[in-house]
């Protein structure tokens, strides 16, 4: 998937879980993102790590958390504190600095139930 | 922060026309434009990029052009196939504390080519 993967493509949570979605990437990039997608609302921020153990928040963080143990690596979990968590998940990667653009993965689609 | 305005928000061609895109952004030391196309429940690819050294930049049937003092660009297809129907998403760029950069992207132009 060019390399980088994200899995599970598709997901469902009960009320009160936390889920994490996976990406991985083996492109050997320094920084990742995952962004979220709701219909007419584009691409929001919702973290991205530009090395290994460091990351920061981006614009809507509030309910989710990630870790970056590896460079590879960069899971996102969806705790029960997202009011409303059905949206499409995007993670991306891209060299440092990012002036060459993103690759994005395939995506993950988190449906509540 | 940075800010990316995208119009039309729709866009319906008939197949062969033109199609054009347009974006507008806030932060002037954005230096990176790339625009990418979303397919029906696929990922986002970079279909062009343009850096703010350069005011146009042409690829086959899509091009983008830049001005850099109005702060704003845009995004040019010809001779329109029903296969360029999908999403197009505009972004700039926006440099981090660190040094790496992020994408800030527009909400998207959903494109409709009638054949």
């Known amino acids: 998937d060019g390399g980088i993967t994200q899995s599970p493509k598709y997901l469902f949570r009960k009320e009160g879980q936390n889920v994490t979605l996976s990406c991985e990437q083996n492109l050997n990039h320094d920084a990742m993102y995952w962004y979220r997608q709701d219909p007419g609302q584009g691409l929001r921020l919702i973290y991205y790590?530009?090395?290994?153990?460091?990351?920061q928040k981006g614009d809507i963080a509030e309910g989710y958390s990630v870790s970056r143990e590896k460079k590879e690596s960069f899971p996102l979990t969806v705790t029960s504190a997202q009011k409303n968590p059905t949206a499409f998940y995007l993670c991306?990667?891209?060299?440092?600095?990012?002036?060459?653009?993103?690759?994005f993965g395939s995506g993950t689609r988190l449906t509540v139930v | 922060g940075e800010n990316v305005e995208q119009h039309p928000s729709t866009l319906s061609v008939q197949e062969g026309d033109s199609a054009v895109i347009k974006c507008t952004y806030s932060?002037?030391?954005?230096?990176?434009f790339p625009w990418y196309k979303q397919e029906l429940g696929k990922r986002p690819q970079l279909i062009i990029d343009i850096r703010s050294n350069v005011g146009e930049k042409k690829d086959q049937r899509i091009a983008v052009t830049l001005n850099k003092t109005a702060k704003h660009f845009s995004l040019h297809i010809t001779e329109t196939q029903p296969e360029d129907s999908a999403v197009y998403f505009c972004?700039?760029?926006?440099?981090?504390?660190?040094?790496?950069?992020?994408?800030?992207f527009g909400k998207g132009t959903k494109l409709t080519v009638n054949p």
């Open positions: 991306a990667s891209s060299s440092y600095p990012a002036n060459y653009g993103y690759t």
């Open positions: 790590s530009q090395i290994v153990n460091d990351f």
């Open positions: 972004a700039a760029s926006r440099q981090l504390q660190g040094g790496s950069e992020k994408l800030v």
């Open positions: 932060d002037s030391a954005s230096n990176y």
